[in-house]
């Protein structure tokens, strides 16, 4: 009986780690939105790399 408890502690606290509601709301974000804003902001898109525009 002791077995089960565990087993449900462990799994809640492994969840929590794994992604935690307040840094992962969702499980995964589209790549719409995923290159819509951080990738433009953080680094240009993987199919348009700043070398090429640059020599274009």
Known sequence: MS???ENREK???TDAVLRPPSVA?????PPS???GRKNTENEPAP???PSEEEEG
């Open 3 to 5: 077995q089960p408890e």
């Open 11 to 13: 799994s809640a606290k």
């Open 25 to 29: 709301p969702k499980p995964a974000p």
């Open 33 to 35: 939105a995923r290159r």
């Open 47 to 49: 199919a348009a790399p």
